[in-house]
């Protein structure tokens, strides 16, 4: 299994996403320092009813608990765009 892959399935078992996309950015970041170690860079943008009534900290601490120890083990950095169904069909 993909890191992609990977943090796919931590997000959507934990928060049961409409929309899910997970993008690996890490080829941009070669050579930068946070990459030597072989962690990636990942672009996240997600849609759950999870959401609701929380503030954008607290949406990214879900994403963050979400993925656990994949952001020890394979995450160095996480662009997140966290949204409820309804922000995503606003706006």
Do not use: N
């Not at 959507?12 to 860079?41: E, W």
């Not at 879900?62 to 995503?88: F, K, N």
């Amino acid at each position: 299994m993909t890191r992609v892959e990977r943090i796919r399935s931590a997000l959507q078992v934990a928060l049961a996403p409409t929309v899910l996309t997970v993008v690996d950015d890490s080829g941009k970041h070669a050579g930068h320092a946070g990459a030597r170690d072989g962690r990636g860079h990942f672009t996240v943008m997600i849609v759950s009813d999870g959401f609701a009534g929380l503030a954008p900290l607290a949406r990214h601490r879900r994403v963050y608990a979400a993925l656990g120890e994949l952001m020890q083990t394979d995450i160095h950095a996480l662009s997140i765009r966290a949204q409820t169904p309804h922000e995503a069909a606003t706006g």
